[in-house]
């Protein structure tokens, strides 16, 4: 059960909020001039504005009490001790030990991890400058032009959106993901690769997800019929902490790169999960991003809650979720390179708080984790935020732009990116009321029955929350705070919730009925003990397969 003190916060929060009209963010603008500086931090170039959300000091100062009796400092200070927090699997979680570039002792079991992590980050980047600069060739002793990086959910989505997000630093050999075990995905990477100047990445913690294992033999596949079984270990190298099931798989031990348990697969770009990333930008560039997170987290340790921006983000999540009851929450980066970023935090948050029981094994009274979806500005704008302005659920929107684009040349484009970020939240807060329209379609001439009619539909409501993040550029830095900002607030969540943020149980049980129904969905086993639904579409299937 969720600690009776936090359930009790919760519901006096909710009596704070009518009683203070918190959620008419509109009135509170036109009444304190000073909001904005009031709700927001500023962390070097990095500004996180959340004056546009529903709160007010006694809202902010529920939360700081809730904070308090869900122990969220202390369960935050645990995490960095190498507690074994995560407690279904006896495992401590320290995704922050691979980016502590301070070097300080991470004692795990009494051991510091520090000079393995060291070892395997000096590993990638001699392996990733010898790929990078041609010393490292495929077995026909040609340079490697493109990489493919196998691998699905942590293993995968942490790379991918990194790489396309850090496209402007990117200036080593091209790079690929294959994910699904749709054959299609692989088959369309292979169509644009030559065997001998490709390498392949397998990257799986546990080195057992069947999606990865599959692709990762048609890829060996692939070399062995082009250039000779002999060639395999020139073109492949693995990620992965279980390091006997990839010598198993044939790669040679100086390919193998390790990490640990005490990595959670969606907290793992950091490790040698970020290989690609590395191979792609540089060993220099990758230590920025290591750098940038360990900034958030020293950040995140040591700021006061008023200014400690993970913190206030994740309270801002929770009072959404469990005081105001907002369902979903929208990522709407205005920079097209973060296409994949919303993604990246659906697993981020949706696999660490989708969960329903609490750390003491009883139902989690209210909410956990919300829905988390999203799109890059301005493409969103033109598809879905008619919803987010005008339809019947509220939806918290969280922003990100930054003051400088890649391209100078193009400086116009980024202003108008810039004023379309803007304008959104401003929208969403300010609305427009019946009188306001009235007032516009009648400036335009428009006559008095046809005014009457068609306002009400050019009503906003406003008083829509919102939250924006400002930087100066998107560089390796600030994107690694960026991302280890979402981790945190994830985290100060899943402590409020009082949920273990750390396993994902709930992705086996498809995972098993998947092995079970294979030889059923191959012909070889009946259908019979599965449901009737299960077995007429299997039937179904296997009338209509070539
Ligand atoms: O099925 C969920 C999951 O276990 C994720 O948590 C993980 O990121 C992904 O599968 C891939 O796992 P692995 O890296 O072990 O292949």
Redesign the pocket.
Known sequence: MNAPATTALVSQLKSTVTDTKATDIRAAFASDPERFSQYSVTLDDMLFDYSKCAVNEKVLDGLEALAKAAKVAEKRDAMFAGEAINITEGRAVLHTALRNRSNTPVLVDGRDVMPDVNAVLDAMGAFSDGIRSGALTGATGKKITDVVNI?????DLGPVMATLALAPDHDGPRLHFVSNVDGAHIADTLKLLDAETSLFIV???????IE?MTNAATARAFIAETLGEKAVGKHFCAVSTALDKVAAFGIDSDRIFGFWDWVG??YSVWSAIGLPLMIAIGKENFGEFLAGAHSIDNHFRTAPLRENIPMLLGLLGFYHRNVLDYPTRAILPYDQRLSRFPAYLQQLDM?SNGKGVTLDGTAVEGNSGPVVWGEPGTNGQHAFYQLIHQGTSVIPAEFMIAANGHEPHLRHQHQLLIANCLAQSEALMKGRTLEEAKAQMAAKGQDAAFIERIAPHRVFTGNRPSLTFVYDQMTPFTFGRLIAIYEHRVFVEGALFNINSFD?WG?ELG?ELATGLLPVVEGKESAEGHDSSTAGLVAALLKAAN
């Open positions: 691998g699905i959910g942590g293993s990257a799986s913690k546990t080195f057992t997800t990865t697969g969606r696999e994902q992705v995972k």
